[in-house]
């Protein structure tokens, strides 16, 4: 019994540390990808899927604007919002940013989910590989 509750102890250790592994290289992927693929056709129809009122259609409407560089000049850039359309082509909502947000969020949750698996799967042969090593260091001990 003392061994069963020693080797679930050593599993869950093994799993947080590979959780804070797994996820220290996925999760900041996942907010990248989120980040450059939030202006996609995707993203603008899953996301408005659940910003838009019922009956309009979300649609990606950019215009050209300015942005500024490092010095501060004045540098031509392209600005994208999501417009939720109704029936007679007026646009009900008009969101320029917390579409690339909630876009953001869901991909990191995926990588978040992404870690916990992966680290789940990991975490059974690993606890096992220190468990063996452990006992072969714990045999040796005893025959010495």
């Not at 007679?88 to 949750?109: C, H, K, Q, R, T």
């Not at 042969?125 to 063996?132: N, S, V």
Request: some cysteine; proline content about 5%; charged content about 10%.
């Amino acid at each position: 019994m003392k061994s069963l509750k020693t080797g679930a102890l050593s599993g869950c250790v093994v799993w947080i540390i590979l959780i804070g592994m797994v996820g220290s290289c996925i999760v900041p992927v996942s907010f990248f990808v989120g980040g450059f693929t939030s202006f996609t056709d995707t993203a603008i129809q899953f996301t408005g899927g659940i910003l838009c009122p019922e009956n309009t259609t979300p649609t990606s409407y950019t215009y050209s604007t300015t942005s500024r560089d490092e010095f501060g000049n004045p540098v031509p850039a392209t600005a994208q919002e999501l417009h939720c359309i109704d029936s007679s082509g007026e646009v009900v909502l008009n969101d320029p940013v917390g579409y690339a947000f909630l876009w953001s969020g869901i991909i990191v949750g995926v990588g978040i989910l992404l870690s916990l698996i992966i680290s789940f799967l990991i975490a059974a042969p690993a606890g096992a590989l220190i468990g063996r090593l452990l006992g072969k260091i714990k045999a040796r001990n005893i025959a010495q």
